[in-house]
């Protein structure tokens, strides 16, 4: 059987586990272990707010906690540290046990895998070591194996001095595990925040360190930023506005183009360099009369397209009419009226120019009985016999 379908990547990794719980936590009452278990993922999730999201892996365990850190064993140091600052240790009496926490620290090998709710999970040795070394913890107190102890000793010498050596016991399966008890110490545990915070590009003290120590400082920190960068996009986009108003203020005030009283087909008259254009202004008749449309120029309309009948009646002609038939006296003749007169009387002053001509009427005749034309003719009818 040839298989087809390509099968996925099982990675093999070794990373530092922490395993904790809380102590008696099955034999309270379901008020008190919605407590207790709100109470430890509030501390869980305020001291992870440092670390990159990459750095680590976690996994509810339902009374506690497993998580792996993937780059850093230091990381498994700070978190052993931070909950046992939050928890306190085991000896004052007064105490309840189901309120204490034990952690187990261990470095081992693990394979990658996915559950069965497709999720990302690890199987193997290290994880299992890990849940042993917890085991052997006494409430309020952290344990390590030896795997752990001897990776994070050589790193600094003040690590180092938090281990004592607690022996060598048996687990269930009998399994011999070199145990070390861990010693909480808030100054190492201030060391290792620092260090966490200039990996993520803060200072020591800063907001991100201060977060982990108080997860409703996170809260209000992070509300804060988000309270930043909305003003700041906001005045960004306000100058944006602006700056698109200013732009177009100048387009949008300037005044219009102002209407020339240059008749159709005449040249516009030049104007100077940065001179306004004059605005004319309006007359009086228009002034008078703001609802008639503007008289129709008659070049416009050739002579021989439109019958006399259809010719638009000049406004002088009329009111030149009626004042005659009102008062009596002759109508002036208008511009328009002359022109007219004249164009009518032209075609007869060059009849009887042409009269007079003998050579010109014969020419004249010939051409109105299609009898042909010398060249001669043509001419003199082109020129003189017009």
Known sequence: MIETAPRPTIRTIVASFLFTDLVGFSKGTAAEQYAAKARLSAALRGHL?????????????????????????????????????????????NVEPSTLLRTGLHLGTVKESVDVEARRNFIGDGINAAKRIMDFALPGRIAASRAFFEAIANLDAAYAALFRHAG????????????????PSD???EKLRSEIAAERGGAPGSSASASASDPARAVRSGSARYR?????????????????????????????EASSSVA??????????????????????????????????EASVPPASRPDSARPIDRSEANSGATHTQ??????????????????????????????NPRCSRIVEKAALGEPLTPDEKKELATTCR
Do not use: C
Not at 336 to 355: G, H, I, L
């Open 49 to 93: 707010a440092p670390l990159s999201q990459t750095d680590y892996w976690i996994k509810d365990t339902g009374d506690g906690a497993l998580i792996a850190f993937v780059s850093n064993p230091e990381h498994a140091l700070y978190m052993a540290l931070a909950l046992a600052h939050d928890y306190g240790r085991g000896e004052d009496p």
């Open 168 to 183: 060598s016991p048996d687990d269930k399966h009998g399994r011999s595990h070199e145990l070390y008890e861990l010693a």
């Open 187 to 189: 100054t190492v545990l």
């Open 228 to 256: 930043r960068y909305a003003t700041f996009v906001g005045i960004a986009l306000a100058l944006a506005i602006a700056a698109v108003a200013m732009r177009e203020a100048p387009r949008l005030g300037a005044a219009p």
């Open 264 to 297: 159709p087909g005449e040249p516009r008259p030049a104007t100077r360099a940065g001179a306004q254009p004059s605005v004319a202004a309006p007359s009086a008749a228009s002034a008078l009369r703001p609802e008639e449309p503007p008289p129709v120029p």
């Open 327 to 356: 008062t009596g006296a002759p109508p002036q003749p208008t511009r328009a009226t002359s022109e007219r007169t004249r164009s009518a009387t032209r075609p007869a002053a060059d009849a009887a120019a042409n009269v007079s």
